[in-house]
Nanobody
């Protein structure tokens, strides 16, 4: 059984940093891209970042480029999202996901349950 689980969310002030973590078990890492999505109140779920397990190639939404960094630690079976210079508009539920390609939510095979990130003004 595949399990994807996020952690690290919380309440921080604008301009501060936060690191999210995601553990994935029960899947072959070489076969999946690992992704971060977010969904803010009243908005559709959007892709934030993606990394290929095999190549390490990364992708970022334009809204987070230069501020967020996705990385992985295969030895710990863990995915990270380092979020710097956070803004109130980054407030959202953040979801870790695994899929066959970095192609959006329709291509996701497994979802985490989410971790809430709240940025105060």
């Amino acid at each position: 059984q595949v399990q994807v689980e996020e952690s690290g969310g919380g309440l921080v002030q604008a301009g501060e940093s936060l690191r999210l973590s995601c553990t994935a078990s029960g899947l072959t890492f070489d076969d999946y891209c690992m992704m971060w999505f977010r969904q803010a109140p009243g908005k559709e779920r959007e892709g934030v970042s993606c990394i290929r397990w095999s190549s390490g190639r990364t992708y970022y939404a334009n809204s987070v480029k230069g501020r967020f960094t996705i990385s992985r630690d295969n030895a710990k079976n863990t995915l990270y999202l380092e979020m710097n210079n956070l803004k109130p508009e980054d407030t959202a539920m953040y979801y870790c996901a695994a899929g066959r390609a970095c192609s959006g939510p329709t291509g996701v095979a497994y979802w985490g349950k989410g971790t809430l990130v709240t940025i105060s003004s």
